[in-house]
């Protein structure tokens, strides 16, 4: 009852009329980019404090050198600035995945993952242009939307300086303590399901040192996808902290150092599925509900960056060195899931990753900049692995009811990825853009593999509302190392984990012919169109499973892939009014299992190598959408998520249905004493309560079944100060 009072009163407030508000902020116009959106919004220090303005010039110069870093010529790009971002239902509360939703291409999938152009995650994150090494995590979302004041998020035939991840770059501009002002902000998101969401903000500067740091504690009791259509999950609550820093400090007036550090605590209860039928027999056990079972998952991740970036006379330079600590650990229920999958596993996985990254632009007179530039990494991959299984004979029989105890821990090893880049933006005339190079790369892990990949983008500006762009790319993949885990097969024969093949090929890197062709329109300067087309052609394609009861990803390899896809999207803004629409249409398919063939019966590695199979995150029709509307002071919002139902059953054959998701909103800023402000939203997730499958459990590497969200409402607040 008090929760519903509590949220009719913020709803009169935001529909009531502001009383002594500020005039609102400037729009920018119709048209504008994400970034003249945000220096719309930036609040400009006193015209008299000499001292601050000569650090946000400094400043402001050292960020445009940092943006010529790194080229978006002939790939595909998609802009999230903080007005984006607000916009959505839940602000600065919504997980990245799902910001990362709204843009054409991308397919939900369960535990947070995500699927660009048919690929399986596959996503490069930077901060500030710096590379942040991912994480193992299957589901806990490692950074904040917080943390973000813009995004720029590339997909396509990339220009050589992108390597490794290459499905997607999510190159996120941090917010900052260089805009001028001293302060932050305090906030509060709760509602539906047990959600209690606070965080703070702080941001200021010291003569040439800045500062930036937010943090903020998640619970809820829905922190995994319900296996179950019921409105509430059994044993399936989560506690998660999140924290993040950017000090800097200006050397001289084109030099600065800089320190990013930041750090993910996710404790979650898997959730159970009730009414399941006991499997295996254990003494002294009559019987057990599978609504008690009590597995957990603790993911961490820390990492932290020094960054030097400046300018030496014409030349750009950024040169960091980082180091990434991440671990997952699974804790079984030590009688559920023997009586009920046969085995009883406590998993430890870790991975400590220490960067080099050295990016560099120079201009070669009016036509020409070349950007060049290295990567190292070295990775130290932890496996360990104890097993409580059954005795069983060599039809996977159980032949006893004392469990016995294996212990499989992996070899450790040092995985090394090195790599170089070289390549040439060239002006050609007033509205032609090429932009080549090459790379190369070579990766000493289990295997020891290298490719030299050549790069080509041209964008072509035909009129001034007529955009096209091309782009060829060779692309080389390694797997992730964090996520291989050698297996001895030999240890589980006779036991009820043994695996159902014993061909155990190390894992290989992927290769790929990257083609992309796009064209973008505007009309009438308030809506812009756009068309984009891909084919990829893969070598040994990269596929990922969940093929045990932890929820972590396995790698292996198709021999062949073949990946194409279609994108349309729609923007449009006028006077306050913004919408956005995206339809894609995709197929990935793979060939013929090379690597990782225990984790297959035998029955669908023979289909899989005569038959091309779709992938498991395949989706035929991929669509997201969404309006904001500010009136009168007030704020109005919705999107939509629709998806054509992902991959399931023997070797993927079959598809899921349909389904589709609408979230709204609405919130309003208040100007309250003393130049502090406070902002006030409610949002509502899946208003029509559609119940709806990501997964069923079926398909190639599939776990549990998974249910989209059911719907929540929520109220947050923020205080500026």
Not at 396 to 416: E, F, L, S
Not at 627 to 653: C, E, P, Q, V
Request: with cysteine; proline share 5%; glycine share 10%.
């Amino acid at each position: 009852m008090r929760s519903n009072v509590l949220t009719l009163c913020i709803a009169a407030a935001l529909l009531t009329p502001r009383a002594h508000a500020d005039a609102d902020p400037p729009q920018p116009e119709a048209g504008a980019t994400p970034a003249e959106s945000r220096n719309a919004k930036t609040k400009t220090p006193p015209a008299s404090d000499d001292e601050t303005l000569g650090t946000v010039s400094v400043v402001g110069k050292l960020d445009r050198a940092r943006n010529q870093l790194s080229p978006d010529i002939g790939s595909s790009e998609y802009l999230f600035d903080r007005d984006s971002i607000e916009a959505l239902p839940l602000g600065d509360a919504t997980p990245l995945n799902q910001v990362l939703l709204q843009a054409p291409g991308v397919v939900n999938d369960s535990y947070g993952q995500l699927h660009v152009r048919g690929d399986h995650a596959d996503l490069q994150y930077r901060l500030n242009g710096v590379i942040i090494p991912e994480s193992i995590s299957g589901f806990g979302q490692t950074l904040d939307t917080r943390i973000i004041d813009s995004v720029s998020f590339l997909t396509g035939a990339l220009p050589a300086q992108y390597g490794y991840r290459t499905a997607g770059i999510v190159d996120i501009t941090t917010k900052s303590g260089t805009n001028g002002t001293d302060g932050g902000d305090v906030g509060l998101t709760a509602g539906s399901f047990g959600t209690l969401n606070p965080s703070f903000e702080l941001h200021g500067n010291n003569g040439a040192w800045s500062g930036f740091f937010t943090g903020s504690y998640l619970e809820s009791d829905i922190g995994i996808e319900n296996p179950t259509p019921s409105r509430d999950a059994i044993h399936d609550h989560t506690n998660q902290i999140k924290g993040l820093g950017d000090l800097s400090y200006l050397i001289d007036g084109s030099t600065r150092l800089s320190f990013l550090f930041g750090m993910t605590n996710n404790r979650f209860e898997i959730p159970n599925n009730p009414d399941q039928t006991p499997v295996y027999q254990l003494d002294g056990v009559a019987s057990l509900d599978s609504r008690d079972l009590n597995q957990r998952q603790q993911e961490q991740t820390r990492f932290g960056v020094l960054s030097l970036q400046g300018l030496l006379g014409a030349t750009s330079y950024q040169a960091s060195i980082g180091q990434r600590y991440t671990s997952v650990d699974y804790s079984p229920d030590p009688i559920g899931d023997l009586i009920f999958t046969g085995v009883a596993g406590t998993i430890a996985r870790s991975n400590r990753a220490n960067t080099l990254q050295a990016d560099f632009a120079t201009p070669l007179g009016d036509a020409h900049t070349m950007r060049y530039g290295l990567y190292v990494s070295d990775e130290h991959p932890v496996a360990n692995n104890t097993s409580v299984v059954f005795p069983a004979d060599a039809d996977g029989n159980q032949t006893g009811t004392t469990p016995i105890t294996i212990v499989d821990d992996a070899t450790h090893i040092d995985a090394r990825t090195y790599g170089i880049y070289l390549q040439d933006e060239w002006q050609i005339g007033d509205r032609l853009t090429a932009n080549y190079g090459v790379r190369a790369d070579k990766v000493d892990a289990y295997v020891r593999e290298s490719q030299l990949s050549p790069r080509l983008g041209l964008v072509w500006t035909a009129t001034d509302t007529t955009t096209l762009h091309a782009g060829y790319a060779r692309y080389f993949t390694p797997p992730p190392a964090e996520l291989i885990a050698p297996t001895d097969i030999a240890l589980f024969q006779g036991t009820t984990n043994a695996l159902p093949t014993n061909v155990n090929a190390e894992t290989l890197s992927e290769r790929s012919h990257y083609f992309d062709v796009g064209l973008s329109q505007k009309i009438a300067g308030d809506l812009t169109l756009g068309l984009d087309a891909y084919y990829r052609k893969v070598t040994n394609l990269l596929d990922e499973g969940q093929f045990g009861s932890a929820l972590i990803f396995s790698p292996f390899n198709y021999a062949q892939g073949k990946v194409r896809g279609v994108e349309l999207t729609a923007n449009y803004t006028h006077d306050g009014f913004t919408a956005y629409a995206n339809v894609a249409s995709s197929r990935a398919e793979g060939k013929d299992v090379v690597t990782g063939q225990y984790n297959f019966e035998q029955d669908e590695l023979d289909y899989i190598a005569t038959h091309w199979v779709h992938l498991d995150h395949d989706q035929r029709l991929t669509s997201s959408g969404g309006f904001s509307w500010l009136w009168n002071g007030t704020r109005f919002g919705a999107d939509y998520l629709y998806g054509s139902g992902l991959r399931a059953d023997f070797a993927n054959t079959a598809h899921l249905p349909q389904y589709w998701q609408v979230n709204a909103s609405i919130d309003r800023k208040f100007s309250l004493a003393h130049e502090n402000d406070l902002d006030l939203g409610l949002a509502l997730i899946n208003v029509t309560d559609r119940v709806y499958l990501l997964r069923d459990g079926s398909g190639i590497g599939v776990g549990a079944p998974q249910y989209g969200p059911r719907r929540g409402l929520y109220v947050s607040a923020d205080l500026a100060f």
